[in-house]
């Protein structure tokens, strides 16, 4: 394949983002508001809303959950920058990361300068059994879901796969959902802002209270290896191991690299940048890994010329526990079966060598499916800008990643942003 | 679930009919008149034989909407002798522990019931222990 050189760069300079949670009084018009309120506080040289010449919108399904689709056109009136084009891209879940490529090569092109990402989703409206048959459109609804599958089935047949072939227990699974709690701890704008011990200790005193008996789980482990602390869902996928059905709204601002000092002083480049699409989960090479991750990764890594060991922390795509490890290994940061290992030894930690979801992830920050690729976005603006708190990670940071997957790996996407200054 | 998109996989559903590759032999499922394989137009039916092997599998223990009384039930990859992976229930289990790689055969059962809405009955290919022969 010959190389391939985008026609100008592209700066992210700003992102914003709204609380992600469950939240029935809040609709996602209200949502992309308040992330885009946030979003002024970030660009720190402040921008006319004007300047904004088009919408980007990542959005899965908000026709499903809201029963409102063309969706893009009443946000972008929503904050007032009608009459810009809009357009929503729906890539299930990858949808974010999909809409912030489709507008970097929009201002690559030279068709915009000044452009604006959106992620939403609003899910909670729905009860759960509808939210399960809402995404199962995601996946091959023809052929996969009439055989009684659900997304959690999907992963729990790819971590069956990995734990046969790299053999792997249950437990390495159990460590990512520790550490993505507490990341999401230290996160004010995650869903769930507690560590597991705090949940196992708040399901004991509960018990306490109602008068039945206390359950005598010592440590985070015992807790998840019991299926009354931890539930199946789609074995060896727990309840722990799953991300959850949130609502809520991301956005980022993307301009031509030359104009980013208008903006702030400190912009971050997309260096890289790249995305593959395959078939549903039996049409796929492997189970034990994701094949459109490491395309999409390998492209992002030459566009950039770098290597994963450059990466200094990746927000990836851990819808379920599973992912997450197969994430680490498709993107090179650990060779395939060792991922599971590193996840053990606190390599992905904050203050391991390869932190990964220092926000909490999908798990904890929680997964509004459309805003999540954008919402990886803000957690890497927040490091590389060391202004995350208590969650920034040392070292001054330079390079971080994102990988935003849709459906079991139908879509996948990577974009790399760096920091100059 | 509306009839007709039933009706139009019937005989892939009832009868595990996909199609050959005229051009380079791959056998395909589901259908889809292209070769994955080699990129040719392939219309050929082919019906395939119904053995194969759990390719991966997880236990639901969460069922979807038309699925709950079937609940705790597991689904699988089938890895078919033809080569083509699909996507089924395995059935009539017994106290039979899964193990990927084993040995399993088609069979037709009801794969699920809408009654809240049409009253449809959807039958389709589930996936039981290979029986010896």
């Known amino acids: ?421 | 679930m509306e009839v007709p998109r039933h009706w139009r996989l019937k005989k892939q559903r009832y009868a595990l009919v996909g199609e050959v590759c005229p051009h380079c032999e791959a056998k395909i499922f589901p259908p889809r008149d292209v070769c994955p394989e080699c990129g040719g137009e392939a219309k050929t039916a082919y019906a395939f034989s119904g053995k194969g092997e759990v390719y991966s599998f997880t236990r639901m223990g969460n069922a979807p909407a038309g699925f709950e009384e079937q609940a705790p039930y597991t689904v699988a990859l089938i890895k078919l002798q033809e080569g083509p992976i699909v996507t089924a229930q395995l059935t009539d289990l017994g106290n039979q522990e899964v193990q990927i790689g084993m040995p399993v055969e088609m069979v037709t059962r009801k794969l699920r019931s809408d009654d809240g809405e049409k009253g449809i009955l959807v039958y389709g290919y589930k996936f039981r222990p290979a029986m010896a022969a």
């Open chain 1, 1 to 421: 394949m010959t190389e391939k050189k985008w026609s100008r760069n592209v700066a992210l300079v700003g992102t914003g983002m709204s609380k992600f949670g469950a939240f029935s009084d809040k609709t996602s018009r209200d949502l992309f508001v308040e992330a885009f309120c946030d979003l002024k506080n970030y660009v720190d040289k402040g921008f006319d809303p004007k300047r904004i010449e088009a919408l980007y919108l990542g959005n899965f399904s908000s026709d499903q959950f809201e029963k409102q689709a063309h969706l893009a056109p009443i946000l972008a009136s929503w904050i007032g920058i009608s009459p810009v084009p809009t357009m929503r891209i729906e890539d299930a879940c990858a949808s974010g990361g999909v809409a912030l490529r489709q507008a970097a090569l929009a201002i690559a092109s030279g068709e915009y300068d000044v452009v604006l990402v959106g992620g939403v989703e609003k899910m909670t409206d729905l009860h759960i059994a509808q939210v399960t048959e809402a995404l199962g459109t995601a996946a091959d609804s023809q052929f996969e879901i009439p055989a009684g599958f659900t997304f959690p089935g999907f992963y729990a047949a790819m971590a069956t796969a990995y734990m046969a072939k790299y053999d792997a227990p249950k437990e390495a699974f159990y460590h990512v959902s520790i550490k993505n709690h507490k990341n999401g701890a230290l996160n004010d704008n995650a869903q769930y802002q507690l560590t597991i011990r705090q949940i196992m200790e708040s399901k004991k005193e509960r018990a306490a209270i109602k008068g039945r008996p206390v359950p005598e789980w010592e440590d985070e482990m015992e807790f998840l290896s019991d299926p009354k602390g931890n539930p199946n869902i789609a074995w060896p996928m727990a309840l722990f191991d799953c991300s959850p059905v949130s609502d809520g709204a991301a956005v980022a601002l993307l301009v031509a690299e030359d104009l980013a000092q208008e903006f702030t002083d400190k912009p971050l480049y997309l260096i890289g940048s790249g995305q593959a699409s395959d078939g549903a989960l039996p049409d796929r090479e492997t189970l034990a890994s994701i094949p459109a991750a490491k395309l999409a990764g390998a492209q992002a890594y030459r566009m950039a010329g770098i290597n994963p060991e450059d990466i200094d922390l990746a927000e990836v795509h851990d819808c379920f526990t599973i992912a997450e490890i197969m994430a680490s290994e498709d993107l090179g940061f650990f060779p395939h079966g060792e991922g599971w290992k590193a996840a053990m030894q606190g390599k992905t930690a904050r203050n391991g060598d390869r932190p990964i979801n220092t926000s909490g992830g999908l798990k904890a920050k929680g997964h509004p499916v459309g805003a999540s690729g954008v919402g990886q976005v803000v957690e890497i603006w927040k490091q590389l800008h060391g202004i995350a708190g208590e969650r920034q990670i040392e070292g001054e940071p330079r390079i971080g990643l994102t990988h935003n997957v849709g459906g079991s790996g139908q879509t996948c996407v990577v974009n790399i942003f760096e920091r100059r200054d």
